[in-house]
């Protein structure tokens, strides 16, 4: 598997990773996904996806918070993905921001995966 890194962004409450791994793009964001920091995790989203990155695994282990406006770009991501034929799988995330996908309905539209391990070996 390659490991190497494609990028990260940070600002305030938000870190973001990037990196490859396999066939997959696997996105980390790090802190709380709300209004002030959705581009941070959109921006890399999309370089991923103009990079050839139709799978996207983002790994929900270190995220905190997540909003509705970080909901939408995770949701805008998915679309884009899917029209390039492949997908955006949710890995590990804390009860806290699974609870924000259950009261919205929106885990029925990702793969949603226990584990990033899970979420890799489903390639």
Do not use: Y
């Not at 581009?39 to 918070?65: N, Q």
């Not at 949710?90 to 899970?118: D, K, N, Q, Y």
Request: hydrophobic fraction near 45%; glycine fraction near 12%; charged fraction near 25%.
């Amino acid at each position: 598997m390659d490991r190497g890194t494609v990028g990260s962004a940070h600002r305030g409450r938000l870190q973001v990773e990037v990196r490859e791994e396999g066939a997959s793009a696997v996105v980390t964001p790090v802190g709380e996904l709300d209004h002030h920091t959705a581009d941070l995790l959109r921006e890399p989203l999309e370089s991923c996806l103009a990079a050839g990155f139709s799978r996207l695994v983002i790994d929900c282990s270190r995220l905190e918070f997540c909003d509705s406006t970080g909901l939408n770009v995770l949701l805008g991501a998915r679309l884009k993905a899917e029209a390039a034929g492949g997908g955006v799988h949710l890995a590990g995330m804390l009860p806290v921001v699974a609870r924000v996908f259950e009261i919205t309905g929106a885990e029925a539209v990702f793969t949603v995966h226990e584990s990033l391990g899970a979420a890799l070996d489903g390639e």
